[in-house]
């Protein structure tokens, strides 16, 4: 915690700047997606269905109140595209590379918010680095879009497929998991591409990569194979990632999709397993998957994808600091460690926070979803765990619900996609800590 | 942590004997359950049947596979009765007390034991608090036993009556769980004294006192209504034992027996509030409960009772510690605290550590159960969580379930009642701490 001089009066923390910013971009973009030529029938949305629509895609979301190709004209798509580009890159990040290729100063207030919003380790050379996400994230979204282009093309024609091509890498990479393959039959998200290979390994390539995080791949561009010297983090942040990959794709292969003839079950079990830490495309029916599946599935939407990315969630490095700290308390070590560097207190402190932050919000939004709409509670517990976690995978309710669940399910998004700790630090103002002037007491717990 | 120089042979710690006493009482426990005299039917249970009742008795459960005043002779509902006071009060106070009351002498080791097993905040007047627990739970249950008599002795006769009066008054008062109503109608637990007022008092008092942990009976004794002398942690642990039976049954009160005449809705909302975290009977048929209800007791039941107690689970503590570390979070303090009271960051780390076990084997002997049994998970999550909190309440699958699903509810209950933590340590031989040799790095969390 850096701790700064500041005036009484006028001051706003980055935190603040950061809430403020997606909310911003939030309303406008709800009101741009009212305006009549943004949908089909050419009378523009309601404000709920507007806002709903805005805060999935700026949170990365992707659940929806109406299918994206039917209910949206070109402009309305179009507009949402750009509000996931905007919420993928995270809105500072975007302000800040605007600045900085304008050739204006930025202050230090916006660096420093800047490495907030990418969870960079320091302020230092957080303008190259900005630099090089911008960069590294439109190659990736280009050539992404060049290789789906051909499929996308042969499908639906060359100026379409191209479109197509395009929504779909950004969307990929941004995590956001909308689509517009519901031309086909709304709702149905890549489905009918369950078996095609080059959709399969170009959107899990780019999910993938825009979920690892950017400062992972400044290590992977420095350090290239030797892993050994990339930072802590992302020694973490990849093994992690793999692991919960591999593991519920074994899960899938041999529990799920055992009907399937062979080259579609891995297909299927590989991208249901990428998937579900906040991508929220599905190339399955996940309404056939038994309530176990579900639940797995639950597990992975509140994991979420890795800090400093374009993904959401409780984040992958919150889970390893708590399995990490658990391996410390059973092995009697002072200290919890990765890769012989040493976790500091504080870090517990925040990823127990967030941990029960998330479980309490999952399981009471679930509860009173549930409750209100009298549908079954784990249907409803798979819609807020896709919302806090920016997933946007769906059992096909979010449509039918009502204005109070939407309402529940738009907090969630934001809360998943700004950080609870951002969102709470921009809430409650910064003040010196005096925790440490009361006597230490034991209490036991267990 | 108490570092104690030790030879490398023959060293066995406190958290090996704990862990050894309670498998031999369970072991011994079964053997006797096995013989003949022990069933109605004469023919002596099957030794997975005598294991898993043992293991429900011991570790004050109250999961059954057969009811327990049908199946059981009354040799063999004697011995259940032994094994839920000797496994409530915990082998080890049983046996220290022994020790104690025969005169011998008391050895360091035994007394540091004792501390293990009731939580105590040192060793020092150990002996001494143990006579004072033994003491004050042979009078709570034979005041209990005295309440109940009347009640009983009308709807069965005297003699019956008032073993029925002893049963219930120690099963509640070790928050077992075990009844003998089934002699009304099999596996019905309390539903049939649903409005009558003094089952319903003495049962939720008995209930309440063996629940909130010897060490806070010692300052309601000492300190009287001077709630400010209290230790932190007895504080922490009325607070909590207070908030979580009064909003519970102000949600059953609105929600779930909204058809009840007024009395008993009262009555059934509180009972029901005050059983889940780990007694264990019902006087309303929890099937009926809604799927958020059902959601809300797993919570209260994976919450469980208070540390050094007669009650397992989680534990209040821990949850508390875990609310009062986010609020240190949000509020950027350094240190979390209650009361005015420091909590050290070794306890943080436990908590979080005994929060992510239990959720862990809570939630994957749920989706294990749901997938080899093939029950809805809900219902299977309410049985694992009863077992892990060991409370005992059931939605009446667990006599149906199959051997491994029983093999996976006997390890919950074992792990419930003797506390993640000790099985862990009993596990793993202490060493020195080393963690600190590594140079520290931040990594993000959330
Ligand atoms: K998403
Ligand atoms: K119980």
Not at 324 to 343: G, Q, Y
Not at 393 to 407: D, F, K, N, R, Y
Request: hydrophobic content about 50%; proline content about 3%.
């Amino acid at each position: 915690m850096q701790k700064r001089k500041k005036s009484k009066h006028y001051h706003i923390t980055s935190f603040q700047i950061i809430i403020l910013g997606f909310l911003s971009v939030i309303l406008i973009g709800s009101l741009m997606l009212m305006l009549p030529i943004a949908a089909r029938s050419g009378k523009g949305a309601s404000f709920s269905d507007a806002l709903f629509t805005a805060t999935s895609a700026v949170c990365v979301t992707g659940l929806v109140i109406h299918d994206t190709a039917t209910y949206w004209s070109m402009f309305g798509q179009g507009i949402i595209l750009l509000l996931i580009q905007i919420g993928g890159m995270g809105i500072v990040t975007i302000a800040v590379s605007i600045a900085a290729v304008s050739g204006r100063k930025i202050g230090l207030m916006q660096r420093s918010t800047m490495q907030e919003a990418i969870a960079a380790p320091n302020v230092g050379g957080i303008v190259r680095r900005t630099k090089f996400i911008l960069k590294t994230a439109i190659s990736v979204e280009l050539i992404g879009t060049a290789v789906l282009a051909p499929v996308f093309c042969r499908d639906f024609g060359i100026f379409k497929g191209i479109w197509y091509a395009l929504f779909h890498s950004v969307s990929a990479f941004c995590n956001a998991g909308f689509d517009l393959i519901g031309v086909k039959q709304p709702f149905s998200s890549l489905t009918s591409y369950s078996v095609q290979p080059v959709v399969n390994i170009t959107i899990m390539a780019l999910i993938i990569i825009g979920g690892i995080g950017f400062l992972t791949w400044e290590d992977i561009k420095n350090n290239t194979w030797h892993f050994k010297k990339y930072r802590m983090q992302s020694k973490v942040i990849l093994t992690v990632t793999g692991t919960l990959i591999l593991l519920p794709a074994i899960y899938f292969y041999f529990f799920e999709f055992s009907q399937m003839p062979f080259a579609e079950r891995v297909w299927t079990a590989l991208f249901q397993s990428v998937t579900p830490r906040t991508a929220g495309f599905n190339t399955a029916d996940l309404t056939r998957v038994s309530e176990v599946g579900q639940m797995l599935i639950i597990i992975l939407m509140l994991t979420g994808g890795s800090p400093g990315s374009t993904a959401g969630g409780m984040k992958t490095t919150t889970l390893a600091v708590l399995v990490s700290c658990a391996l410390s308390v059973f092995r009697k070590k002072e200290h919890a460690h990765f890769f012989k560097r040493r976790i500091p207190d504080n870090t517990i402190r925040n990823a127990a926070t967030i941990f029960l932050m998330y479980i309490t919000l999952f399981l009471a939004g679930g509860m009173i979803i549930s409750g209100i709409e009298n549908i079954p509670l784990i249907t409803a517990l798979f819609e807020t765990a896709s919302a806090i976690g920016t997933v946007g995978l769906s059992l096909g309710i979010t449509p039918e619900l009502g204005i109070v669940s939407h309402m529940i399910l738009i907090c969630l998004m934001f809360f998943g996609r700004v950080g609870g700790l951002t969102l709470i630090f921009a809430a409650i103002s910064e003040k010196a800590s005096n925790g440490s002037k009361y006597p230490q007491e034991k209490i036991t717990v267990g």
